[in-house]
């Protein structure tokens, strides 16, 4: 790795280096592991992690405000015994491994584009989050959903500042399938889930991450699960065996995509039994 690290202490002050050329990096788990993807890192970076208020998580009222540079290992202690926040808090805990959860943040989670396998992604769309950064333009928001889509052409100039979910009467649950044999502890398929009610009617969000390129809201299960008489988890195993059709996998050193499709019903199961009291995975 060659060219300069510049720390920042202040948002403006990574925005002028970002200006002047530098990219920016946080807890850097993802850069320093560049050469054994056989990647050259080159040029000027600028440190996030003493910007104070990118590495906080604020709990007030209806609201969860967690910063860009708060690492899992924070997530996951500060969400614990937060049911509704179930599945993010074992999203951040469960990731990768102890060592990668201290230095690896919220905020490189969202902006690696290179990596599919990502816990917090799939976690923060089905509590459907939103995310703040700053640009040109000033400060923007927008959901999550909507910035992976448009980050390619919104990392360039953003700088993501935090992320913003509601708190609500919900129950969450993440599922993964690591294959820690192919070179780390990164999952084959994930599935996060979170089960809120309202007039009377059932919600289900649910996301699937490491199947394709990019996590992403499986919405024909959703809509499928919304509409059973009878939510359990063998049921809802059931219906995402009739919508596997619906992605087009990856395939990768660890496992060809036809396989991260067929166990996405074992891990709908999981899910939905962490996030249902009461109920048992296996």
Known sequence: MSGRLIVASSI??????????????????????APVRGETVSGDHVALTR????????ISGDRLTIGAAVTHDAIAGTLAGMPEFG?????????????????????????TIGFAAADLVPALLALDAEVTFVATN?????????????????????L????????????????????????????????????GSGNGERHVRLAVGSV????RRWTCLEAALDALSVLSPEAGAEAAR??????APRNGIEAPG???????????RRALALAMPGEESD
């Open 12 to 33: 403006a002050e990574a925005r002028a280096a970002r200006e002047a050329g530098a990219a920016y990096i946080a807890g850097g788990s993802w850069v320093m592991r």
């Open 51 to 58: 910007v104070g208020e990118l590495s906080r998580i604020d």
């Open 87 to 111: 599945g993010l808090a074992a999203a951040a805990g469960k990731s990768a491994n102890p060592a990668i959860r201290r230095v690896a943040t919220l905020g490189g989670n969202l902006c």
């Open 138 to 158: 000033g400060l923007q928001q927008m959901p999550v959903e909507r910035f992976l889509a448009q980050r390619h052409a919104l990392l360039p100039d953003a």
């Open 160 to 195: 993501v500042t935090a992320v913003h979910l509601r708190r609500a009467p919900r129950l969450s649950g993440h599922a993964r399938l690591p294959m820690r044999k192919a070179g780390g502890d990164y999952p084959v398929a994930i599935v996060s889930v979170s089960l």
């Open 212 to 215: 394709e390129p990019t996590a």
């Open 242 to 247: 009739a919508f596997l059709g619906d992605f």
């Open 258 to 268: 036809w396989y991260r499709v067929e166990v996405l019903p074992v891990l709908v």
